[in-house]
Nanobody, 123 residues
Framework: QVQLVESGGGSVQPGDSLRLSCAAS????????IGWFRQAPGKEREFVAA????????YYADSVKGRFTISRDNAKNTVYLQMNSLKPEDTAVYYC????????????????WGQGTQVTVSS
């Protein structure tokens, strides 16, 4: 059974940093790309970042490029999202998801999702 568990969310002030973790189990980790998406209240879910199975290629939404960094530790079956210089508009529930194929920036290609972790950025 595929399981993805996010952690690391919280409430911070603008300019602060957070590191989200996505721990995976129940599938052959090395074959899967992992993506982070987020959904703010009243808005559609949007792509944030993704990393291929090898870790050699990463992708970012323009809104987070230069502030967020995605990485993976294949020995720990974990993907991280380091979020720096957080802004109020980064407030959302953040989800990680796994896929083997397709456009990594599109949520329609991801079959397995975590339960989400809340990130709130407010002064």
């Amino acid at each position: 059974q595929v399981q993805l568990v996010e952690s690391g969310g919280g409430s911070v002030q603008p300019g602060d940093s957070l590191r989200l973790s996505c721990a995976a189990s129940g599938f052959i980790w090395d074959y899967y790309a992992i993506g982070w998406f987020r959904q703010a209240p009243g808005k559609e879910r949007e792509f944030v970042a993704a990393i291929r199975s090898s870790g050699g290629s990463t992708y970012y939404a323009d809104s987070v490029k230069g502030r967020f960094t995605i990485s993976r530790d294949n020995a720990k079956n974990t993907v991280y999202l380091q979020m720096n210089s957080l802004k109020p508009e980064d407030t959302a529930v953040y989800y990680c998801a796994a896929t083997q194929v397709g456009d990594l920036t599109s949520d329609s290609f991801y079959n397995d999702w975590g339960q989400g972790t809340q990130v709130t950025v407010s002064s």
